[in-house]
């Protein structure tokens, strides 16, 4: 079984609390996984995140080999009300 463990920062955290609070509905499979990677999470301070770690809104090169095969951002998808929503 793939560890559970994960690096967040507190911005990042706070935004997926709010989410577990008030975003998601009681039922949501989504909620029930949140809560467990909340739970097993190391919050840090930006500053202190490890250089091979992707937060939200990092971008980043991936290679395949030794050829870049392409760009990524990560980012918190938003609704139309404009608050945070999950990804599915």
Same mark, same amino acid.
């Given at each position: 079984m793939? &560890?559970?463990?994960?690096?967040? /920062? /507190?911005?990042?955290? !706070?935004?997926l609390? $709010?989410?577990?609070?008030?975003?998601?509905? #009681?039922?949501?499979?989504?909620?029930r996984?949140?809560?467990?990677?909340?739970? $097993?999470? /190391?919050?840090?301070?930006?500053?202190?995140?490890?250089?091979?770690?992707? =937060?939200?809104n &990092? #971008?980043?090169?991936?290679?395949?080999? =030794?050829? !870049?095969?392409?760009?990524? &951002?990560?980012?918190m998808?938003? !609704? #139309?009300?404009?608050?945070a929503? &999950?990804? #599915?």
């Amino acid at each position: 079984m793939k &560890s559970e463990h994960c690096i967040l /920062t /507190t911005k990042e955290h !706070s935004i997926l609390e $709010a989410m577990l609070q008030h975003g998601l509905d #009681r039922n949501d499979p989504f909620k029930r996984l949140l809560e467990r990677k909340l739970a $097993a999470a /190391t919050v840090v301070l930006r500053n202190n995140v490890p250089a091979d770690v992707a =937060t939200l809104n &990092s #971008r980043l090169v991936y290679r395949m080999g =030794t050829v !870049s095969a392409g760009y990524a &951002s990560f980012v918190m998808p938003i !609704s #139309r009300m404009g608050r945070a929503c &999950s990804c #599915r």
